[in-house]
């Protein structure tokens, strides 16, 4: 039951929302807001880690080295969810670059990007841009970023494009490649989205396409059309999540919308250990 205060502060942080929205100037304040606060984080945990600097784990995205990197465990709210499926979700040790705030995912897309793929040249479809990793393909690559709420990225890049995964504006055969990173588990039509991936994926491309998922589970638990933050952490793990994957139904899917689907196991990606990736995560990629 919300006390009355907490009711009224609910309104009127709806009420404020629309009124900047209305003004057009929610999404650059808050774009603002996240640069502020990601420059306050950085500042703490260099200062923190400052004891920790030298030999051990290295960013690839900004080089810094540190014994350890910052950890990050599940709230309560979501550590059922994730722990009961044994999520791969990217929690544990090691987890955010105490120099550049970049994430262990990012780390490893960034490091299969790296050598595993080549991104030199090549035109490239990025669904809600990550900043580390669009600040890294942009000066490589002719990136198109996208997002259905593109406001949200408008601080990352200026140019992105409001577009909906399941219904892209793309015309066939558009890019040599996508990066789609924690995107399907949020949308309740996922086999549509990856069918517009492999549409608008030119013949040979790959999709770099990391989800939240579970070796544990033999099914996909999901609830497509669910619209209950608290039970989507409860059950998900995350407030926006529809699903958590069972690893070998999510590459399944993926072969039902067309693609030859390459997982990389945490053995085969075992030389990038030293960029603080976690421990047993592997990388799925699409190939058309
Ligand atoms: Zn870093």
Redesign the pocket.
């Given at each position: 039951m919300l006390t009355n205060d907490l009711r009224y502060f609910v309104a009127m942080k709806r009420f404020l929302k629309r009124l900047l929205q209305g003004l057009h100037i929610y999404y650059p304040l808050h774009g603002f807001y996240r640069n502020i606060v990601d420059a306050q984080t950085k500042k703490k945990y260099r200062a923190a880690y400052k004891k920790y600097e030298g030999k051990g784990f290295i960013?690839n995205?900004?080089n810094?080295q540190y014994k350890k990197f910052v950890p990050q465990y599940p709230d309560k709210n979501i550590e059922e969810a994730i722990n009961k499926n044994a999520v791969i979700a990217g929690f544990g040790e090691n987890v955010y670059?105490p120099?550049?705030l970049?994430k262990n995912r990012e780390r490893l897309v960034l490091a299969v990007l790296q050598n595993d793929l080549n991104v030199t040249g090549k035109s490239i479809l990025h669904f809600s841009p990550e900043k580390n990793l669009y600040n890294f393909l942009k000066d490589k690559a002719r990136v198109t970023t996208v997002d259905i709420m593109p406001g949200l990225y408008r601080n990352i890049d200026k140019n992105i494009i409001k577009a909906d995964a399941t219904k892209l504006h793309f015309a066939d055969n558009s890019f040599d490649m996508i990066i789609a990173n924690h995107i399907l588990e949020h949308i309740p039509e996922d086999v549509q989205a990856m069918k517009e991936m492999y549409r608008v994926l030119k013949p040979n491309g790959s999709a770099v396409l990391q989800v939240p998922y579970s070796e544990k589970l033999n099914v996909t638990i999901e609830e497509p059309f669910i619209n209950d933050p608290k039970r989507q952490e409860r059950l998900f793990g995350q407030r926006d999540h529809v699903r958590i994957y069972a690893l070998k139904n999510y590459v399944k899917r993926l072969e039902s919308a067309g693609f030859t689907v390459t997982v990389l196991s945490p053995q085969a990606l075992h030389n990038y250990k030293k960029f603080a990736v976690q421990d047993s995560e592997s990388v799925v990629i699409a190939n058309k």
């Open positions: 960013c995205f900004c810094a670059c120099n550049c970049s």
